[in-house]
């Protein structure tokens, strides 16, 4: 630690310490460029990185103002030098510029020439680069477009890409407003956003409208128009809201996935058919190539499979829309979207929508059950392989359930888990209906749609209703498990209970906990995404329901 400040990790990573009492304001001035690392009662501890500074230099935040935020909201003064490390990073940003020359070729060009000469001598780099035309100025060939920008951002030094983008087949889309609807101006500054950049991400609360803003986008771009989801019923979903807000009519949408294999105008397919091999090879790849696509939008895109993004760095001609809750990956390929995808280009804090009364508040709770005394040998005696399943499946959870589903006996409410086997047991307990991997579509369909029509009241459901799943009813949230410390996963199912409730009422969240295991330990990981948002967890004993 120097003065107290900022601990400076090995990986160029900064560690900047706020009073707790200044957290709201703190949050604001430093969420542009940082994430919250803990948030224990009194202290919050953000992690900065290089790719933080990169993103907020790209959404047109300057050194001065991540500067000034640092010195108003740190614990301790900062030191001079890192000020000037910070600055000094953030000035790596745009010293490399793709372009097209006057020539229409795609060139790299810099203000620096010693910064293009020093990654010309790197051996990944050399061969993704043609003829040096002269001293600020190398040729590339159009085809190592996304690869060279990977390469640069991994020797730090990211470039701007300014070499636009084709149009791509024309085709008409509007948004319809005859329903009397209007885009939220939040979602009009994200198109805005997204459009003025070409290509990049727009991060949004679950419930906030993401879907709307990819409308927004295809009706800007009035293109034929390739999204990717996460799943069938997520497809399905995207088309209904597509033909509700927009022109397009049922013969203009197209599904492309496991059951259909439809090329429309607007072609809406999964991630999981386009990552399906046969034989060693990814048969279905040759959808992108299938029509001149103008736009492509990737939903949750902080859940894009590997294959996808080797795919997408052929794509950079086209401009192309990343959809989340989240930029947080478990995996550390934040950095990939941000070559390949684009930089984030908005941003809106989870609390700031709520006070427009865009989303519920959100009560959240973490309630603590002690493992009993034959289970706590079981797992002390455990593989640490085998800790975390143990202690998540533990039968001290079971009745702590019941008592919550009967305290919000009629309201809409989810039990969200991880274990099958936890959540087959639950659901018999219960007496309700359960939603996993191997449920049908048309089942999942049938289920969903008599719970958004309030026939049934209670659902158990597995990580299959993370993402993308339309559940506007559901007020009360019950997580008994989950994937380890995934901070994603835990913005996605607190976003299933966000929507706004017609007579402004909470929405609760509760996260089932061991105590003294590691699930207490991923809980607190998992929490990390959402304190950041300024969401509190209030920690409660079992016995104290």
């Not at 010693?114 to 001293?135: F, N, Q, S, W, Y």
Request: charged letters at 30%.
């Amino acid at each position: 630690m120097t003065d107290g400040a900022l601990i400076v990790q090995s990986d160029k990573t900064l560690l900047l310490e706020v009073d707790h009492p200044r957290s709201a304001e703190a949050r604001r001035a430093i969420a542009p460029f940082a994430e919250l690392e803990r948030a224990p009662e009194h202290i919050h501890t953000y992690r900065i990185t290089p790719l933080g500074l990169w993103n907020a230099r790209a959404a047109g935040h300057d050194a001065e103002q991540v500067v000034d935020a640092l010195v108003t909201h740190s614990r301790y003064p900062v030191p001079h030098a890192l000020l000037v490390d910070v600055a000094d990073t953030m000035a790596r940003y745009g010293r490399l510029t793709l372009l097209k020359d006057d020539d229409g070729r795609l060139v790299l060009r810099t203000t620096d020439r010693a910064v293009l000469t020093e990654v010309l001598r790197h051996r990944r780099i050399k061969p993704l680069i043609g003829e040096r035309i002269d001293d600020d100025i190398v040729v590339v060939h159009p085809s190592e477009r996304g690869h060279l920008k990977q390469e640069l951002l991994k020797v730090g030094w990211p470039a701007e890409d300014e070499a636009g983008y084709v149009d791509g087949e024309a085709h008409p889309i509007d948004l319809d407003r005859t329903g009397g609807w209007s885009m939220r101006p939040y979602q009009e500054q994200a198109v805005d956003g997204f459009w003025d950049g070409g290509s990049g991400v727009v991060v949004l609360p679950c419930g906030a409208g993401k879907t709307l803003v990819g409308a927004g986008a295809m009706a800007k771009a009035s293109a034929t128009t390739l999204i990717l989801v996460t799943n069938t019923v997520s497809a399905r979903q995207w088309k209904d809201e597509l033909l509700r807000r927009t022109s397009l009519t049922e013969d203009e949408i197209g599904e492309y996935s496991g059951a259909r294999k439809e090329i429309r105008p607007v072609t809406i397919a999964t991630y999981q058919v386009l990552t399906t091999r046969r034989k060693g090879a990814y048969t279905h790849l040759d959808l992108l190539d299938a029509r001149d696509w103008g736009l492509i939008v990737y939903d949750e895109v902080h859940l894009l499979p590997a294959p996808i993004f080797r795919m997408t760095a052929d794509l950079q001609a086209r401009r192309r829309l990343g959809l989340t809750a989240t930029l947080v990956r478990e995996d550390g390929l934040e950095s990939d979207v941000f070559s390949l995808i684009g930089p984030k280009r908005f941003d809106a804090p989870w609390k700031d929508i709520e006070a427009q009364g865009y989303i519920a508040p959100a009560d959240c709770v973490e309630v603590r059950v002690t493992l009993p005394d034959g289970q706590r040998m079981a797992y002390a005696v455990a593989e640490p392989d085998d800790r975390y399943r143990l202690a998540s499946c533990s039968d001290a959870k079971l009745p702590v359930v019941e008592r919550l589903v009967e305290r919000h006996r009629g309201e809409p409410t989810l039990v969200i888990g991880q274990y099958l086997d936890q959540l087959d047991e639950l659901a018999h307990r219960l007496g309700a209906d359960v939603i996993t991997g191997e449920t049908s579509v048309a089942e999942r369909q049938r289920l969903y749609g008599a719970f958004r029509d309030g026939d049934i009241s209670l659902l158990v459901v597995s990580k299959v209703a993370n993402f993308s799943i339309d559940l506007p009813e559901a007020s009360v949230a019950i997580q008994v498990s989950g994937t380890f410390g995934s901070r994603q996963e835990e913005a996605q199912r607190l976003g299933r209970v966000l929507r706004p409730k017609g007579d402004g009422r909470t929405a609760h969240f509760y996260t089932v906990v061991a105590r003294d295991t590691v699930d207490a330990d991923f809980a607190a990981h998992r929490q990390r995404f959402l304190a950041e948002q300024g969401y509190a967890y209030r920690i409660i004993d079992a016995t104290d329901l």
